[in-house]
């Protein structure tokens, strides 16, 4: 069984860089066709896809976030990580990590964590 969870402050101050790390456990972000992608969900909004890192390192950003987005991973320790930079309150959102395989959708996705961006 596949599990995710994130991890990261609840509260950023704007101008800052907002940081969340998804730790998996019950298979590799390294294994074949896995893409492990940031999602998030603004209050009162649907669900707005923000990137992803595919197995074999590679990424890809939403277009309206590309430039304050950076996703890494460290495969050691089978976890990725989301930068967002510049934030502003409507960056606020709970933010999920989750796994898309060789289907379409996603399978599994962590509880997601609740990001507040607040002076």
């Known amino acids: 069984q596949v599990q995710l969870q994130e991890s990261g402050p609840g509260l950023v101050k704007p101008s800052q860089t907002l940081s969340l790390t998804c730790t998996v456990s019950g298979g590799s972000i390294t294994t074949n066709y896995y893409y492990w992608s940031w999602i998030r969900q603004p209050p009162g909004k649907g669900l707005e896809w923000i990137g992803y890192i595919a197995y074999t390192g590679a990424t890809s950003y939403s277009p309206s976030l590309k430039s304050r987005t950076s996703i890494s991973r460290d495969t050691s320790k089978n976890q990725f990580t989301l930068q967002l930079s510049s934030v502003t309150p409507e960056d606020t959102a709970v933010y999920y990590c989750?796994?898309?395989?060789?289907?379409?959708?996603?399978?599994?996705w962590g509880q997601g964590t609740q990001v507040t961006v607040s002076s």
């Open positions: 989750a796994r898309e395989g060789e289907l379409p959708g996603y399978d599994y």
